[in-house]
């Protein structure tokens, strides 16, 4: 999956007009004033949203790798494809654009 992704897209861009707030316990709300919808990401989502604000999905995927693989999260095995699925779940929630596509 991470070789498809890669053919589409090569830049990655937070959506306008967003607000994120931390609610405590490792949960972020992201509200999205474009949408009028509300979002709740995890510690996991929200290290790999930080990222995702004007880079290239290169960097994106080399910095979320050295993230998840130093995190004591579980279930990180596979990091490239956790992050390429979390970019695809923000992009389908509309709080992630890409560019380029």
Do not use: Q
Not at 21 to 35: F, Q, V
Not at 58 to 79: F, M, R, V, Y
Request: charged share 30%.
């Amino acid at each position: 999956m991470p070789d498809a992704i890669h053919n589409l897209v090569t830049h990655v861009r937070h959506a306008p007009n967003l607000r994120c707030r931390d609610e405590g316990e490792g949960k972020y709300l992201i509200y999205s004033s474009e949408t009028d919808e509300m979002h709740i990401i995890g510690k996991l989502e929200k290290m790999i949203f930080d990222l995702c604000d004007d880079a290239s999905l290169d960097k994106i995927l080399n910095e979320g790798s050295t993230l998840i693989e130093n995190s004591s999260l579980p279930d990180t095995s596979e990091p490239e494809n956790t992050i390429i699925s979390l970019l695809k779940a923000f992009y389908d929630r509309k709080i992630l654009i890409f560019p380029d596509t």
